[in-house]
């Protein structure tokens, strides 16, 4: 989901509370609490995250970060940036030569081959590296979806407690997928985090053009989901 997933630029690999990737991973969302159109503010988009080198001809075992079809097919133009990039270097274009299943512990993991990497050491120096594309290049979420980072940077209410925070993760989980949402002090530190199930029954509006979403949270809920930083 980036230096809040919502705030321009690019959303950079880290698990801190403001800092996490704007990925391509859309889900199923509660149809009747939406309103508005989605609109995504991250100016490039994590598909991908290189895991290891794989074999000795520069292939890479890929964690997948989007569920688009094609996005890893042979001839696809993505964009990678290395780990520990400085902020406002530019990511290098490369080119998808290869893509092939990995039967993995990792459902989602892949091996792709890329143009100019030939070699087990060029593909080492690549570990951590993010596959991205720009946020132009990420088609529309269908009828009734949305991508994680609709959501992430969001600013959630309640009905009756009010402000909630910001949303800074959207975490999958079987039983649904649920919004980690951060309260902070006047100086920006974090002073609650509540993880709440996004669910219909929960919510009486999301505006992901407005950046907002409105909660109708059953009383007792809050207390039950949250916990003090």
């Known amino acids: 989901m980036t230096s809040r997933s919502a705030s321009r630029g690019r959303a950079r690999e880290d698990k801190n509370v403001a800092d996490l990737p704007a990925r391509e991973r859309r889900r199923r969302r509660p149809a009747a609490a939406a309103a508005g159109e989605a609109a995504a503010t991250v100016e ?17 075992a890929v964690d997948a970060l989007s569920d688009v079809p094609d996005r890893f097919t ?12 400085l902020p406002g270097t530019p990511p290098r274009p490369v080119v998808v030569t290869r893509s092939r ?3 993995s512990r990792h459902k989602d993991r892949l091996l792709l081959s890329l143009q100019g ?7 080492e120096g690549l570990r951590g590296a993010l596959l991205e594309v720009t946020a ?29 925070g910001e949303v800074v993760e959207v975490i999958e989980g079987g039983g649904g997928d649920l919004l980690r ?9 974090a002073a609650r985090e509540l993880l709440l199930p996004f669910v219909e029954a929960y919510l ?12 109708d949270l059953p009383e007792g809920l809050i207390e039950a989901c949250g916990s003090a930083s």
């Open 204 to 215: 009486a509006e999301v505006d992901v053009a407005g950046r907002r979403i409105l909660w």
């Open 136 to 164: 132009t290049a990420v088609p529309p979420a269908p009828e009734g979806s949305y991508y994680h980072f609709d959501l992430v940077g969001c600013r959630c209410a309640d009905r009756r407690a009010g402000d909630l």
């Open 181 to 189: 949402v951060v309260a902070t002090t006047a100086d920006g530190e």
């Open 74 to 85: 042979p001839g696809a133009s993505l964009l990678l940036t290395l780990p520990g990039a």
């Open 44 to 60: 490039r988009v994590t598909v991908g995250r290189i895991a290891a080198a794989h074999g000795l001809r520069g292939e890479l």
């Open 101 to 103: 299943p990995l039967p």
């Open 117 to 123: 990497i030939d070699d087990r050491t060029a593909a």
